[in-house]
Structure formats: C-alpha cells, structure tokens
C-alpha cells in the first residue's frame, strides 16, 4: 500500500522557536492534511490542501502542498508550550471513502520553555 | 456535546477475552472510520462504513476483528479471543459524505490486553 515518511519523527526546542516537519510519498495525493493530537486526545484537522502548490495558513501554522503531489510541509512559527503534542500528515485521493487515506508515523513536538 | 463520542475511554482485558467498543458519531454524518493506533505509530485504517452500503473492511487485521454500524449511527468494533498485540487506542471518525475532507475523531479507547 501507500507509505507515508514523517519526519523529524521527534523535536525538542525552545519556546519561541520556529518549527518545520514535512511528509513525502512515494505515490501521489490529490489532498494533503495537517492533524494535531494531544494527550488523551484524537486527532484534530489543522490544515487541508487540495491543490498542488497551494500554501495555507492558520494563525502561526503554514503548510504547503507540494508541486509534485507527493510532500507536504507544515511549518509553525514562534512556538508556544500549547504546541505541545503529535502532529500527523495524511494523504488522501479522491473520491472519499477510505481509499488514499494513509497516515504518516507523527512527528512528536516538544517545547522547553 | 455535539462532537464524536467513545466507550469505553479505558478497556483492560485478559487474553482470550471478547471485547465491544463503541463509537457515537456526529449527527447526519454519514461516514464513519475505526483506525487503530498502536505505541509511536500513526493511525491504522480498519474499516469504513457509508451510509447503507457495505462496509469497507479491508483494513481489519484478523477476522478476530468485526464492526457493524445500526441505522447508520452508533458503530460498535468488536475484538474476539483478544491478544496482548491487540493493545492500542482505538479512534473513531465521522464525516459528512462528499464533505471536505473533515474527519471529526472521537477521543478513543485505550485497550490494554494483558
């Protein structure tokens, strides 16, 4: 099946630093998706794209969809302790349904304040 | 609330038993994913229900493994003769069919087979 690569899979930084974690695909997507998951938690949408190039923002975060339909990067900006968790990437192809759904492993984010 | 709900939130086991979770989606949405999600690992597709067509169950591991979806709500996975790998969170997602793209997920179960 389709393999999603994440990655850093780990960060520890500063309060206040910037931080970029992408996901690349052997295969292409026709829409890429940013999730946060904290503790206890399920995962939440941050982002979706659904065109090739297309860069979005909400608030600090930024992800981009890449030119060739196979990466994505999410970037956040000044980091806060709030930011604290994993954050997943996820492909999907069109159509729904389950097909082209594929998760990445999660990057796990941790600030020092 | 109006969001995905789950139950149990914590389900510890002994090997071998059969074990029921279930998962209350948004209202009117008609889609509905179970995935599982094992220590340091992303989310595993088991299978999709939408609206009254046959599920997708291609992501189901072992046919230990079943889910059935009543009325096109309430969702209930089952795990028979459980073994220790079965240990994971279990997340349910809903989303409104042709929607875009927005799966809404539960908080999960934690299962912990010993």
């Known amino acids: 099946g389709q393999q999603l690569n994440q990655s850093p899979q780990s960060m520890f930084i500063q309060e206040g630093e910037d931080v970029s974690m992408n996901c690349t695909s052997s295969?292409?997507?026709?829409?890429w998706l940013w999730y946060k998951q904290e503790p206890g938690e399920g995962p939440v949408l941050l982002i979706a794209?659904?065109?090739?190039?297309e860069l979005t923002s909400n608030g600090r975060l930024t992800a981009q969809f890449g030119i060739t339909r196979k990466d994505s990067f999410l970037n956040i900006s000044a980091s806060i302790p709030s930011d604290v968790g994993i954050y997943f990437c996820?492909?999907?192809?069109?159509?729904?349904?389950?097909?082209?759904?594929?998760f990445g492993k999660g990057t796990h984010l941790i600030i020092q304040p | 609330g109006a969001g995905v709900s789950q139950s149990p939130s914590n389900k510890v086991t002994e090997k071998g038993k059969d074990v029921e979770l279930r998962c209350d989606p948004i209202?009117?949405?008609?889609?509905l994913y179970w995935y599982r999600q094992s220590l340091g690992q992303g989310l595993e597709f088991l299978i999709y229900?939408?609206?009254?067509?046959?599920?997708?169950k291609s992501g189901l591991p072992s046919d230990r493994f079943s889910a059935e979806r009543t009325g096109g709500s309430v969702s209930t996975l089952t795990i028979q003769r459980t073994q220790q790998e079965d240990s994971a969170v279990y997340l349910c997602?809903?989303?409104?069919?042709?929607?875009?793209?927005?799966?809404?997920f539960g908080p999960g179960t934690r299962l912990l087979v010993l």
């Open positions: 209202s009117g949405h008609t889609a």
């Open positions: 229900f939408q609206g009254n067509s046959a599920p997708d």
């Open positions: 794209l659904y065109k090739a190039g």
């Open positions: 996820a492909g999907r192809n069109s159509g729904g349904g389950a097909d082209g759904l594929t």
């Open positions: 997602a809903s989303e409104i069919a042709g929607g875009v793209e927005t799966q809404y």
């Open positions: 295969s292409i997507f026709n829409t």
